[in-house]
């Protein structure tokens, strides 16, 4: 393979390479505002600049300056060599590239921050964006230094709404038009765009519209300054006390990697963060998975219900003991309830306690009602792990939740044991259903039409609560960390359902999740070709941009 | 008894079988002048009212010596605290204050530095929203609760070097006030921004013009209608 050089160090690249992405690809960092690796190439912010060595025997290009002399006391002319943005300059071979190493670019690095900085108010305290600013950071390693206009700065419109997720502060914007481009080409929906030129410019939102479609959070995220802030998330919180736990966005069945920021103080989550893996969501996220976080805490079962009303989980199992007393006389009379929400350890647990030790038949899917989709990122599925569930169950492939209501009202179950909260038909009707028969256990992580039909419902954890893995739409099984405490009462699934076994009188005794993991070997249980599944789940995230 | 062997201990002396040594100490000598107290009490009594005399003659005639000064010279120094005071320098460490900015509006953003920065972790600060119409909504928040508790404070004064607002000053000239309940050094913001500096004034040492101030020169340009 081709090969260049960057400060004397030898990296591949493929054709077509610029050398910024060469060197991002091989760990080397130079410093960038505009430039981001899902996106086109702007070539405006002009931090990224190095120096390209001349082709041996060649000249170098030379441009002529003017540099001060402090002996003279005058300036004096001088030659200094041209340097190139490395985001926009493709890669040759044999090419030789100083980015660190050379005194003209440590210059000009330094340079550029000091005209970024310019006309930037020095907000970082009230700034959203401070802890993760790129200002800041390189400011420290390029900079370091005062600037040396002592004029008082451009003054540019301060929180502007841009719609209803985003604001704006042109004063702190460096015009990297990231943004501009992101809302281009990915989200496909060009709202922005920039006006004026030279210090004076702003982004603005086209004439009638507002910055409203699905990926409006994203240009928050791409954004290396604080100039766009979410209105979820500005004041909520400082990031340095936020931690990231690797999780699966729960929002559909993309099942985009995520970085589940929580403050471990509080055991509060306080947003999302798009992780990059180009098998699945590449660097983007929609708005409707950045905001689903607030699932892990909203809406929660944390206590046990019996009849409705707040139970203990041991009074619970024993309750649940009580009304699925007789469904060992006939297996064919208890109907599984397999939830799409939930993990594949949970529904595992629950498929074992099914089929070997009740002996029961029939599965059935729970999950959430098809929703809106496109063909960027979100799929209509809003479930986490259909493919998971579908693969799981293999030859005895689960039936919609609506064939069971109908079988209920032939009399053909006397109980239910179910898993997850949602449904995908009319909660009424199948509350009215369940109601006929002796006994329904669900065991849920948040309130739903299947917890308030249910007579004893048991608190799982989220996602966020535990370690879980979910097959997304494209057969990937992905691993979800935790990152909260559970909330009340709350323990993971597969833990609710041994100890339902157990108290129903059953060996299951798994105690870690470790042991169930052993028991679900990806290869046979996800029906996921092994290498992908292992891929994916010691997939490491490419470094973020 | 058997001797005991003391390990490898390095830290154990041997034991030893005889007894320490005793010490013997002579009875001071009693006199009949020491038997008789008297003498001796008017002489106690004697340096007890001279200095009686000579601080109450000092203090009618106003001539009563720097204690500062005079702390510097042998002997002993009192001082009538607390109707006098030793003064504290420039550079003490007193209570802590917020300060205020023209319209008397807290000065800090709650962009919780200090609290970060705080080694006894006794700044607890809840950040707000400016309320509908107030010039600095939207753009930067204010602190809706800033407690200190300044029984756990070691002055340490992080807190003031973290604050990049000026907001924060540990310049009251107070040192805390020996109350009896810990709720009482449990300091909430509405305290803390009645304070001022020593010299009773609320000047500020920072340079930023902010909107809502009315050296703020105004937007270049507003963002209206497009
Ligand atoms: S964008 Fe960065 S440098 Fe600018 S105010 Fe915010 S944190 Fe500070
Ligand atoms: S708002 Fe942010 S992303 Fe957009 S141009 Fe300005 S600095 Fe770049
Ligand atoms: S002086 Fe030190 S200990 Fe006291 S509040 Fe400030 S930072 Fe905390
Ligand atoms: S006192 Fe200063 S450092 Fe502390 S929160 Fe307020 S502005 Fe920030
Ligand atoms: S990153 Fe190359 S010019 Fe901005």
């Not at chain 1, 100083?98 to 970024?116: C, I, K, P, W």
Request: proline content about 7%; glycine content about 8%; charged content about 25%.
């Amino acid at each position: 393979m081709a090969t260049i050089k960057i400060d004397g160090r030898e990296i591949p690249f493929e054709q077509g390479d610029t050398i910024i992405r060469a060197a991002h690809r091989a760990g080397i960092d130079i410093p960038h505002y505009c430039w981001h690796p899902g996106l086109s190439v702007a070539a405006n912010c002009r931090m990224c600049l190095v120096e390209v060595l001349p082709p041996p025997g060649r000249p170098a290009m030379q441009l002529d300056i003017l540099r001060w002399d402090p002996e003279k006391k005058d300036y004096v002319p001088a030659r200094k060599p041209k340097l190139v943005p490395s985001c926009q300059q493709a890669c040759a071979p044999g090419m030789e590239v100083l980015s660190d190493t050379s005194d003209h670019v440590e210059e000009a690095r330094g340079a550029v921050q000091e005209l970024l900085l310019l006309n930037h108010p020095v907000d970082c305290p009230i700034c959203d964006q401070a802890g993760e600013c790129r200002l800041q950071d390189y400011w420290l390693e390029h900079q370091r230094s005062g600037k040396r206009m002592r004029q008082e700065i451009v003054h540019k419109p301060k929180a502007t709404p841009f719609g209803p997720t985003i604001i704006y502060d042109a004063e702190r914007c460096i015009i990297c038009t990231r943004c501009v481009r992101f809302t281009a080409e990915v989200a496909k929906d060009p709202v922005l765009s920039v006006r004026e030129r030279g210090n004076l410019n702003e982004i603005v939102v086209s004439p009638g519209r507002q910055l409203d479609h699905n990926y409006t959070l994203m240009t928050e995220h791409v954004c290396p300054v604080g100039a766009l802030t979410s209105i979820d998330f500005r004041f909520k919180a400082r990031v340095w006390f936020l931690r990231s736990a690797r999780a699966i966005c729960q929002g559909c069945a993309t099942g985009c990697n995520a970085y589940l920021d929580y403050d471990p103080r509080t055991n509060t989550p306080h947003r999302y963060r798009p992780r990059d893996n180009m098998e699945v969501n590449k660097y983007w996220m929609c708005d409707e998975g950045m905001l689903s976080y607030k699932r892990a805490v909203e809406g929660r079962l944390s206590m046990a219900l019996v009849g409705g009303e707040d139970a203990g989980v041991d009074d619970a199992l024993a309750a649940a003991k009580e009304q699925l007393a007789g469904h060992g006389d006939d297996p064919g009379r208890v109907a599984i309830v397999l939830s799409a929400t939930h993990s594949n350890e949970d529904n595992f647990a629950l498929l074992t306690l099914a089929k070997t030790f009740i002996g029961a038949k029939d599965l059935y899917v729970s999950g959430k009602p098809l929703g809106q989709g496109d063909d960027i990122l979100m799929s209509a599925d809003k479930n986490s792990n259909t493919r998971g569930v579908m693969a799981l169950a293999g030859a005895s492939s689960p039936k919609p939740f609506a064939e069971l209501i109908d079988a209920i009202h032939a009399g053909k179950y006397a109980y239910v044991i179910a898993l997850g909260a949602e449904l995908e038909v009319d909660a009424q009707e199948a509350k009215n259903a369940l109601s006929k028969l002796k006994g329904v256990v669900t065991i849920a992580a948040h309130e739903g039409p299947l917890v308030s039909a249910a007579h004893i419902a048991l608190p799982a954890c989220t996602w966020a609560e535990t370690d879980g893995t979910y097959v997304n739409r494209q057969g990937i099984a992905q691993r979800s960390e935790r990152a909260l405490l559970p909330r009340g009462e709350a323990r993971p699934g597969w833990e609710l359902v041994a100890r339902l076994g157990r108290a129903l009188g059953y060996a299951m005794s798994w105690k870690t999740l470790a042991e169930v993991r052993r028991a679900l070997s990806p290869d046979e249980t996800t029906g996921v070709p092994r290498d992908a599944a292992e891929r994916a789940l010691v997939q490491k995230p490419e470094v973020s941009a | 008894m058997a001797k005991r062997t003391f390990g490898t201990n390095p830290w154990t002396k041997p034991g030893s079988t005889s007894a320490p040594p005793t010490k013997v100490i002579a009875r001071p000598r009693r006199t009949a002048e020491v038997q008789a107290y008297l003498p001796e009490f008017f002489r106690g009594m004697a340096v007890t009212m001279k200095h009686f005399f000579k601080n109450t003659k000092e203090m009618v005639l106003g001539q009563k010596p720097d204690p500062v000064i005079e702390s510097l010279n042998d002997g002993v120094t009192t001082i009538s605290y607390p109707e006098e005071r030793r003064p504290y320098a420039e550079r003490f460490r007193g209570l802590h204050r917020l300060t205020l900015r023209d319209d008397a509006s807290p000065r800090c953003v709650a962009c919780l530095c200090c609290s970060t920065a705080c080694p006894a972790q006794c700044i607890h600060i809840e950040a707000g929203e400016y309320e509908e119409g107030d010039p600095r909504r939207g753009y930067e928040r204010y602190p809706k609760t800033f407690v200190i508790d300044e029984l756990r404070c070691v002055f340490c004064g992080f807190c003031v070097e973290a604050c990049p607002c000026d907001a924060i000053r540990m310049d009251t000239g107070m040192h805390a006030t020996p109350y009896d309940s810990r709720e009482q050094f449990i300091y909430r913001k509405d305290l803390l921004m009645e304070f001022t500096g020593r010299d009773g004034s609320r000047k500020t040492a920072n340079t930023r013009h902010e909107p809502g101030d009315p050296t703020h020169p105004g937007l270049t340009r507003e963002q209206g209608e497009h």
